[in-house]
């Protein structure tokens, strides 16, 4: 089966700084890789994805990369703010068009920005 | 107006108990999923449903059992339940043929062993 891994497990940085998160996985046959953002007891919740067709997406603040070939994908945020910090989960499955394929989670890794 | 809602949010009860916890989704999706978060945070998938149909059933113990009776449903009895299962039970719902493929979780529901 998949696995994911997820570096690092704890981040912190000052606000305004730039955050990089880092995944690798394992099943070549994963293309559909996205990202979950869980704040202190709330629920994860997706703030964007990445299909295995493009090798970069961004979304205001926040950008993905993707590199197939190496098996690796990353989560970029920019000039972060205090409300970014939270755990970060990446996560990754083959076509959730079919049902019988899981998303595996990261490790997460704990976000902390610094005012 | 909640789209994956949870019941109870809070368990606390003793080892050797049995315990239930409902999940409801009112978003149309075919999938619903038990996910387990433990202390360090780790996600880890415990069930999937589709159309009441199971699906995926990961290494769990049996004294874990899922019952979905209808796809809107999905909900988990466990049995004589030990400290390991001390964890935050998330519920997940999931569009079929869908290829962004998003889950929406529930907000959780945080069981403690004594």
């Known amino acids: 089966g998949e696995n994911v891994e997820q570096h690092p497990s704890t981040l912190s940085v000052q606000e305004g700084d730039s955050a990089v998160i880092k995944c690798t996985y394992s099943d070549s046959a994963s293309n559909y890789f996205p990202w979950y953002k869980q704040e202190l007891g709330k629920r994860p919740q997706l703030i964007i994805d990445?299909?295995?067709?493009?090798g970069e997406k961004k979304d205001q603040r926040i950008a993905v990369t993707l590199n197939k070939t190496a098996k690796h994908f990353s989560l970029h945020i920019t000039e972060t703010q205090p409300e970014d910090s939270a755990v970060y989960f990446c996560a990754a499955s083959r076509d959730p068009r079919n049902a019988g394929n899981m998303l595996t989670f990261g490790g997460g890794t704990r976000l902390m920005v610094k005012p | 107006d909640t789209a994956v809602s949870q019941t109870p949010k809070y368990l606390v009860t003793q080892m050797g108990n049995d315990k239930s916890i409902k999940c409801e989704q009112n978003l149309g999706h075919d999938t619903m999923y038990w996910y387990k978060q433990d202390s360090k945070k780790f996600l880890k998938i415990m069930f999937s449903?589709?159309?009441?149909?199971?699906?995926i059933n990961e290494t769990v113990p049996n004294r874990f059992s899922p019952k979905s009776p209808d796809k809107a449903h999905l909900n988990l009895h466990i049995n004589s339940l030990e400290l390991g299962d001390s964890a935050v039970y998330f519920c997940a719902s999931r569009r079929d043929g869908y290829y962004t493929g998003e889950l929406f979780f529930g907000e959780g529901s945080r069981l403690t062993v004594l």
């Open positions: 990445i299909r295995s067709n493009v």
């Open positions: 449903y589709n159309n009441k149909e199971l699906i």
